[in-house]
């Protein structure tokens, strides 16, 4: 049963920063890409951001791009997304996701086959 369990979001004013983290268990995490959505009152669920299973390849949406970076450390089986120069745009609710086929670089949302519960950012203006 693969496990994603999300932490680190919080409220924060213009121009903060976040980490969030996503810690996976119950399967070899190091052989998935790794994939974090966010999704805004109203708004549909949007991908932000994607890291390939050795970290070597990464990938942003437009809107973060020079502000937000994906990492992964394999050994401690987590992801995290670091989130500078934070807007009130980027108010969400972040999930972290997984594909369900080894080494296969996801971009695509139907692509995740698991996710986390979600951890609320909220960033005030």
């Known amino acids: 049963q693969v496990q994603l369990v999300e932490s680190g979001g919080g409220s924060v004013q213009a121009g903060g920063s976040l980490r969030l983290s996503c810690a996976a268990s119950g399967r070899p995490f190091s052989t998935y890409t790794m994939g974090w959505f966010r999704q805004a009152p109203g708004k549909e669920r949007e991908f932000v951001a994607v890291i390939s299973w050795s970290g070597e390849n990464t990938y942003y949406v437009d809107s973060v791009k020079g502000r937000f970076t994906i990492s992964r450390d394999n050994a401690k089986n987590t992801v995290y997304l670091q989130m500078n120069s934070l807007k009130p745009e980027d108010t969400a609710v972040y999930y972290c996701?997984?594909?369900?086929?080894?080494?296969?670089?996801?971009?695509?949302?139907?692509?995740?086959?698991?996710w986390g519960q979600g951890t609320q950012v909220t960033v005030s203006s």
């Open positions: 996701a997984t594909d369900d086929v080894r080494y296969r670089w996801s971009l695509g949302y139907s692509a995740y086959k698991y």
